[in-house]
Structure formats: structure tokens, C-alpha cells
């Protein structure tokens, strides 16, 4: 199918809160008027799903922006087309599409990307099916069978490696080794770990709560190490800045809780890569790769996978079961020495 002449859609702002706070009183009667006629546009359902799923389901902001972003896909390949002409040939002609699709950088779509588009889809489809809006049912969109990444983690001796590269004693590296130890210790993600309050962590217990995704809570534990490392940092902070982590480069805006120092995702990516570089390891190192690397050091300690399911915050144990094939070279090697061969019978 050709990119349709998509004259009825305006592009949408990047910014979601934005196009949210747009939505007047006149648009919401113009919409009301579509769904009493049974015109239900593409467009307009994407923004009623998106807020659904933020608001109703309790996801985050970059959940919905990246359905956001999925959905808007359809629209610039099939148009701002009613909802009921959403049919199983448009839908494989899309995945074709998404196949060929480019970036501005002549980029491909990776195939699990492709994947997550539509998954987008089907809970978009099952949202209108719950509104009783006529369109093509979730259960006809097939999704792909992909591949996993093969997990990536540190050893122990390489994150030791990183760690004793931040031996400065300044502020910003008394920073970057409680960042380090901190993810290590906690399987902490990293947007966790960034929304953290100085306030949120009790170092003499070693333990605090932390809201991870789907707004779900849960207990987190850290070393004597990390509750170190933290504390000496702490005590080089002279602001009153509510976050835990903060940037010491680039300009501050006032505000009254110093939410503006607050280090970033990005921020922190640079900071355990750089570290990685540091300590000579030439693969590469995320803070995703810390969180490998706390749920594999623990699984090849013995912990069982109902419990290392619940540190991560895996709401499906099929998430963290992608962890234990890492073991499987150690599970082999602890057979081989313990496991008494029927030839010595």
C-alpha cells in the first residue's frame, strides 16, 4: 500500500503533555459528534488510547510516548483512516512497510522494534474493542517470532576493574563511584536510579522502596559497599537539592527543589561507559549491563529465580528467566565436579 495523501492529519507535537493540554472544549464536542455519526478517525482514538494507557493503566510517560510514536506510524502509512477500515490487509501491508522503513540516518527497523509496533497495535485494537468501536480484533495481529539479545554482563573481576577507576577524590568522581556501586548493588534501572531523592534512601538499614514500571513498588537492598560509597559522596554535596544524584556541569535554572540539577538517563550512560573505557573493557557497557550483572552474579550464587524475579521488578517470570541460560556453562561446571560418574560405582 502507498503512503496515503494524509491531508485530514496534522502532525502531532513532540511533546505529549502538550498535545494533551491542546484538546478544548470545541474538539471534545467535534469528537463527540464523530462517535455519535460512527466515524471514529484514527488520529483522535490514538490520543483517547494514549492518555488511556498513562492514566488508566498506570504506565509511564515514555511507555506512552513510545506508543505514541508506533501508532503515528500507521497513520503515516495508511492515513487518517476510520478505525473500521483497519483490516488484516492493511495490517500486513504495514509490517511490510515497517520492513522497508528508514530513519533520516538510512536506518532500518530492528525486528524486534517492528515487533513492539505491534504490540502497540493490539492493545490499541483491544482498547476500541472494550469501547465496543467496530474494528479488527487484537487476536488477528500476529506478532513475529524474535530473538532475545544475548544477555551482556560484567564479570567480577571487570566491575571491579571499573570501580577502582574512579579513584579520584572529586566531587564528580565520589558521584560516579556511588552511581556504579549503587547499580551494581541494587539491579537498579537507570531511570530508577535517576528519579532517586536523597531523601528515598536509608543508608543505615541499607534498604529503601522504589517505584519502578507499571507505577509498582518494591524493596530495594544495597551493600555496605554502595551505603559507603553513598555516604562519603553525600557529604561532599554543599546544596540543599532534593535529588540524589546531580550534574556538576552546564547551566542550573533556580527552582525550589533543585529538580533542574537532577542527572539524566543519557548522563549516566556516559558515565559507566566512560568508566568501562577506563577499566579497559572493550565491549559495551550500559547500566543495563550493571543490572545483567547484579541478576547474574546472583543466580550463579544460588539465589532462586522467583526471588531475583522480584528484585529486577519483572512482572513476568519469562523476563527474568532470559538470565538463567548465562548459568548454564557454570550449572555444567558445578556437575562436573560434584556429580558422582556411574563408572566410579
Known amino acids: 500500500m502507498a503512503r496515503h495523501d494524509n491531508r485530514r492529519y496534522a502532525p502531532q507535537s513532540n511533546n505529549l503533555r502538550d498535545e494533551k493540554s491542546a484538546r478544548t472544549g470545541s474538539h471534545v464536542a467535534k469528537y463527540s459528534q464523530k462517535r455519535y455519526s460512527g466515524c471514529m478517525y484514527l488520529s483522535e482514538l490514538i490520543i483517547d488510547f494514549i492518555e488511556h494507557v498513562e492514566i488508566e493503566r498506570g504506565r509511564s510517560q515514555r511507555t506512552a510516548e513510545n506508543y505514541h510514536l508506533y501508532l503515528q506510524r500507521l497513520v503515516e502509512f495508511a492515513g487518517d483512516i476510520e478505525v473500521e477500515k483497519i483490516t488484516s490487509e492493511v495490517v500486513r501491508k504495514w509490517r511490510l512497510w515497517l520492513n522497508r522503513y528508514e530513519n533520516d540516518q538510512g536506518d532500518n527497523l530492528s525486528p524486534l522494534t517492528q515487533s513492539y509496533h505491534?504490540?502497540?497495535?493490539?492493545?490499541?485494537?483491544?482498547?476500541?474493542?472494550?469501547?465496543?468501536?467496530?474494528?479488527?480484533?487484537?487476536?488477528?495481529?500476529?506478532?513475529?517470532?524474535?530473538?532475545?539479545?544475548?544477555?551482556?554482563?560484567?564479570?567480577?573481576?571487570?566491575?571491579e576493574r571499573m570501580l577502582e577507576a574512579t579513584r579520584d577524590t572529586s566531587p564528580q568522581a565520589l558521584r560516579d563511584k556511588a552511581i556504579l556501586e549503587l547499580l551494581y548493588s541494587s539491579g537498579?534501572?537507570?531511570?530508577?536510579?535517576?528519579?532517586?531523592?536523597?531523601?528515598?534512601?536509608?543508608?543505615?538499614?541499607?534498604?529503601?522502596?522504589?517505584?519502578?514500571?507499571?507505577?509498582?513498588?518494591?524493596?530495594?537492598?544495597?551493600?555496605?559497599?554502595?551505603?559507603e560509597s553513598l555516604a562519603i559522596y553525600l557529604k561532599t554535596r554543599t546544596d540543599s537539592a532534593k535529588p540524589l544524584f546531580i550534574r556538576y556541569s552546564g547551566a542550573k535554572q533556580g527552582d525550589s527543589d533543585g529538580d533542574s540539577f537532577r542527572l539524566t538517563p543519557r548522563s549516566v550512560q556516559r558515565i559507566v561507559s566512560y568508566y568501562a573505557k577506563a577499566a579497559g573493557i572493550t565491549k559495551h557497557v550500559s547500566p543495563h549491563t550493571l543490572r545483567h550483572s547484579f541478576a547474574t552474579d546472583l543466580l550463579m550464587n544460588g539465589a532462586d529465580i522467583r526471588s531475583v524475579?522480584?528484585?529486577l521488578g519483572h512482572s513476568n517470570i519469562a523476563t527474568t528467566q532470559v538470565y538463567t541460560h548465562v548459568t548454564d556453562q557454570h550449572l555444567r561446571e558445578v556437575h562436573q565436579r560434584f556429580h558422582r560418574s556411574h563408572k566410579d560405582d
Not at 143 to 154: E, N
Not at 198 to 215: I, W
Open 118 to 159: 505491534l504490540i502497540a497495535l493490539r492493545s490499541f485494537l483491544g482498547y476500541c474493542s472494550k469501547r465496543d468501536i467496530d474494528t479488527l480484533t487484537p487476536e488477528k495481529v500476529e506478532l513475529p517470532k524474535t530473538k532475545r539479545k544475548q544477555v551482556s554482563f560484567l564479570t567480577q573481576e571487570e566491575t
Open 188 to 227: 537498579l534501572r537507570v531511570s530508577e536510579l535517576c528519579n532517586l531523592d536523597r531523601d528515598h534512601v536509608n543508608l543505615k538499614r541499607g534498604e529503601f522502596m522504589v517505584r519502578g514500571k507499571g507505577q509498582k513498588d518494591r524493596p530495594v537492598f544495597i551493600s555496605p559497599e554502595a551505603s
Open 309 to 311: 524475579q522480584s528484585m
